[in-house]
């Protein structure tokens, strides 16, 4: 079956270390997108990549940093530098000419 | 810029009543409109979309909505709830030539029995 992967569904990390979430996707969908999900605030765009090697910030990219080396995946690195790292991060995706997007299960991080 | 409001934050519903979510959207161009629903802990899962063409749309689920230029409005509807349609409902918004889609903060919908 097609879909978007994320892995772990639950991380915990102390505070002051980079953490690595992952997304793969085998939809073959150019687009991928990473969001941050707070109670309250729906979904904010982190960063973005409509092709590989390529992506652009979003919203909120302070503290995170990405990479697109291949089209299947676009794993989020969350660094000590986000102050508020503890949320529900979602990763999803978008082919050729197709605004919609459709979502992995999410990873819940949370930091202490 | 683009935004997206969603009036209400929680709303109640008793099992088998009609049901309508409310969306608004601000953008200069025509838009493209979704509706996602989220269940607790789990990724968002599309309802329904709006490009062009018959302004009532059907999704799933039994979802329909209506897209309405001159309200900037594409509310949800649905005829009759089921207690599993308990969830959050987001709306969002997208252009030709954008890459990304501006969402709304999410109506929560309790279904009471």
């Known amino acids: 079956d097609g879909g978007i992967t994320q892995s772990p569904k639950y991380l915990f990390r102390k505070e002051g270390q980079n953490v690595t979430l992952s997304c793969e996707q085998n939809?073959?969908?150019?687009?991928m997108y990473w969001y941050r999900q707070d109670p309250g605030q729906g979904l904010r765009l982190i960063y973005y990549?409509?092709?590989?090697?390529?992506?652009q910030k979003g919203d909120i990219a302070e503290g995170y940093s990405v990479s697109r080396e291949k089209k299947e995946s676009f794993p989020l690195t969350v660094t000590s530098a986000q102050k508020n790292p503890t949320a529900f991060y979602l990763c999803?995706?978008?082919?050729?000419?197709?605004?919609?997007?459709?979502f992995g299960p999410g990873t819940r991080l949370t930091v202490t | 810029a683009q935004s997206v409001t969603q009036p209400d934050i929680h709303i109640t519903v008793s099992e088998g009543a009609s049901l309508e979510l409310r969306c608004n959207y601000s953008?200069?161009?025509?838009?493209?409109l979704f509706w996602y629903v989220q269940s607790p802990g789990q990724g968002l899962q599309l309802l329904l979309k709006?490009?062009?063409?018959?302004?009532l749309v059907q999704g799933i689920k039994g979802f329909e909505a209506e897209f309405k230029r001159s309200q900037s409005s594409f509310n949800l509807r649905k005829p009759s709830v089921h207690w599993s349609d308990a969830a959050e409902y987001f709306c969002?918004?997208?252009?030709?030539?954008?890459?990304?889609?501006?969402f709304g903060k999410g109506t929560m919908l309790l279904v009471s029995p």
């Open positions: 939809l073959n969908h150019d687009a």
């Open positions: 709006y490009f062009s063409g018959d302004t």
């Open positions: 999803a995706s978008s082919g050729d000419r197709s605004y919609e997007q459709y």
């Open positions: 969002a918004v997208g252009a030709l030539g954008y890459s990304t889609l501006t």
């Open positions: 990549s409509q092709i590989v090697n390529d992506f």
């Open positions: 953008y200069g161009a025509t838009p493209y």
